[in-house]
T-cell receptor
Framework: GDSVTQMEGPVTLSEEAFLTINCTYT??????LFWYVQYPGEGLQLLLK?????DKGSNKGFEATYRKETTSFHLEKGSVQVSDSAVYFC????????????FGTGTSLTVIP | NAGVMQNPRHLVRRRGQEARLRCSPM?????VYWYRQLPEEGLKFMVY????????ESGMPKERFSAEFPKEGPSILRIQQVVRGDSAAYFC?????????????FGSGTQLSVL
């Protein structure tokens, strides 16, 4: 079945460091791919998405490129801030199968000043 | 312009009691999803509902768990005879479309603690 595998955390970085959180997926067909972010005490919020191969999603300095050949959707940011501290979830959706979303286990990021 | 509203925020139950979790979707949304987040695990899909209908309950445990989304009022996730293993964060999400929708809006979750 469809699934998402995410890089395990926790990840601790200094402010202005480069961030990569790996995400690979297994799916039939052509899913849409997402990154969601969960700040402490809150629900998940959509960070960015890509709906087809080679698409790049971007938001708030974060980027991820849909790579069909490597079945990956790695999240990157060139210079993290303390306010980026959160849990990041990679997810996929097969819209034609009832809109079920599959989430990774989440990666906790802590950015220290 | 309220988002997805879940209540209560925290719920404490003793083993054997019932837990009722409520979710009001965003205005105009008729599709509701429930997810469970266990410690050290990701979000696990439980059930997908439209108004008055269960569309996909493949992630729901076969016993003690039920969900509804009535024509009027919030969606309810009901857990009967709770056990300690039910302790988790339960998140509700809504969308304006079913198939083909690509964006879920999440509530802040209900943290269930079973003593």
């Amino acid at each position: 079945g469809d699934s998402v595998t995410q890089m395990e955390g926790p990840v601790t970085l200094s402010e202005e460091a480069f961030l990569t959180i790996n995400c690979t997926y297994t799916a039939t067909g052509y899913p849409s791919l997402f990154w969601y972010v969960q700040y402490p005490g809150e629900g998940l919020q959509l960070l960015l998405k890509a709906t087809k191969a080679d698409d790049k999603g971007s938001n708030k300095g974060f980027e991820a490129t849909y790579r069909k050949e490597t079945t990956s959707f790695h999240l990157e940011k060139g210079s993290v801030q303390v306010s980026d501290s959160a849990v990041y979830f990679c997810a996929l959706s097969q819209g034609n199968t009832g809109n079920q979303f599959y989430f990774g286990t989440g990666t906790s990021l802590t950015v220290i000043p | 312009n309220a988002g997805v509203m879940q209540n209560p925020r925290h719920l404490v139950r003793r083993r054997g009691q019932e837990a009722r979790l409520r979710c009001s979707p965003m205005k105009g949304h008729s599709h509701v999803y429930w997810y469970r987040q266990l410690p050290e695990e990701g979000l696990k899909f439980m059930v997908y509902l439209q108004k008055e209908n269960i569309i996909d309950e493949s992630g729901m445990p076969k016993e003690r768990f039920s969900a509804e989304f009535p024509k009027e009022g919030p969606s309810i996730l009901r857990i009967q005879q709770v056990v300690r293993g039910d302790s988790a964060a339960y998140f509700c999400a809504s969308s304006s479309q079913g198939q083909g929708s690509e964006k879920l809006f999440f509530g802040s979750g209900t943290q269930l603690s079973v003593l």
